[in-house]
Nanobody, 123 residues
């Protein structure tokens, strides 16, 4: 079993930055893709960013150039550095482990999920 716990969310003014962390515990598979998703009220859950074991990254167009996904395999920790935040970035952010080594920004590809951490960007 894999447990994922996000942290680092909060409220920040537009233009500010936050760094989200996701710590994995239990039986983990380091080779699997790891990703960040977000969901705002009334909207579908959308993929934000994902990183492969070889550190190749994938980003949604809406966050490209502003967000950076990274990981520390030794610490079993995934990160999402968010900068130049916009009000439209407001959402619950979830980390997730994919079903395989490759990355896709679709929710159905991920089999383990964290509880989520709220990010609110005010204007």
């Amino acid at each position: 079993q894999v447990q994922l716990v996000e942290s680092g969310g909060g409220s920040v003014q537009a233009g500010g930055s936050l760094r989200l962390s996701c710590e994995a515990s239990g039986y983990t598979t380091s080779a699997n893709c790891m990703g960040w998703f977000r969901q705002a009220p009334g909207k579908e859950r959308e993929g934000v960013a994902a990183v492969e074991y070889n550190r190749v990254t994938t980003y949604a167009d809406s966050v490209k150039g502003r967000f950076t996904i990274s990981k520390d395999n030794a610490k079993n920790t995934l990160y999402l550095q968010m900068s130049s935040l916009k009000p439209e970035d407001t959402a619950m952010y979830y980390c997730a482990r994919a079903r395989g080594i490759e990355c896709y920004l679709r929710s159905s590809w991920y089999d383990y999920w964290g509880q989520g951490t709220q990010v609110t960007v005010t204007s």
